[in-house]
């Protein structure tokens, strides 16, 4: 996967449809507001307040089935600042990083008990959402702009959409 681009500001997103995303976000979030409450001090790495930030965030971001389709929000920066450093938080503590050693052993427990996964499943899924939100494509723009203000031939926004689907399943995500 490529490098996840810069997230300075605010930037309007695509948000895929379909039971794979829904069931991704449901565990990413679920997850982030567990870490939030196992946060006290910097036991977890990060501040109660940013693993919240983060939940929020990816919970804002499920949809409903609607086949084929994608839709459109906006994305604020700061958002998906706390949405990286939670997941580089959760990479470290999946790759034994003994700072995230109260992280590891307080989310291995839960995942396991709650949704019968583990913590590197986790962070790869978390690594998932974050490159969904944050594509680096003029494909997403160009079916942005389409989809908001309905400029654009349906050629070029069936060409863009094709793109921005298949940078998803190489980020992971199967639609």
Known sequence: MASLPDI???????????????AA???????LE??????PGSRCLLPPVTWEVAADLVGDCAT?????AVCVTVL???RLKALRACRDALVGAAAADPDAAYLTDQLAY??????????????RTTTMVLAVLTPDLVAASTLITHLSVGSGDDASM?????EVVAAWRR???AC
Do not use: C, Q
């Not at 976000?25 to 997850?31: A, F, G, I, K």
């Open 34 to 39: 567990t870490a939030r409450a196992f946060a």
């Open 76 to 78: 604020p920066g700061y």
């Open 25 to 31: 976000v449901h565990l990413v979030r679920e997850s």
């Open 158 to 162: 069936r060409t863009a959409y094709d």
């Open 64 to 68: 409903v089935d609607a086949p084929g």
């Open 171 to 173: 980020a992971g995500l």
């Open 110 to 123: 839960y995942l396991d008990l709650a949704h019968g996964t583990d913590l590197p499943t986790l962070a």
């Open 8 to 22: 300075d500001h605010d930037r309007p997103a695509l948000l895929p449809v379909g039971e794979e995303w829904r």
